[in-house]
Nanobody, 119 residues
């Protein structure tokens, strides 16, 4: 099993920055993809950013140029640097790890951390 613990959420003014971190523990396979998702009230969970084991990243259009995802494989952590925050970024942010084993994908989730952007 894999455990994911997020930290770094909170209340921030529009235009400011915030950094989220996710620490993974347990049975961690080297070949995994990490991601951040978010879910705003009344909306479906959406993908924010992904990073694979080789460091390739992908971003939702809404956060491109403002958010940066990175990972430290030695520490089993993934970070989301969020700049120029606006009210539409308000959501619960979830850390995700996807592991593929013999063609089967397994998803692991953190408990989520609240990010609130005040205008």
């Amino acid at each position: 099993q894999v455990q994911l613990v997020e930290s770094g959420g909170g209340l921030v003014q529009a235009g400011r920055s915030l950094t989220l971190s996710c620490a993974a523990s347990g049975r961690i396979f080297n070949n995994n993809a990490m991601a951040w998702y978010r879910q705003a009230p009344g909306k479906q969970r959406e993908l924010v950013a992904t990073i694979n084991s080789g460091g390739r990243t992908n971003y939702a259009d809404s956060v491109k140029g403002r958010f940066t995802i990175s990972r430290d494989n030695a520490q089993n952590t993934v970070t989301l640097q969020m700049n120029s925050l606006n009210s539409e970024d308000t959501a619960v942010y979830y850390c995700n790890m996807r592991v593929t084993v013999i063609g089967i994908e397994y998803d692991y989730w953190g408990q989520g951390t609240q990010v609130t952007v005040s205008s």
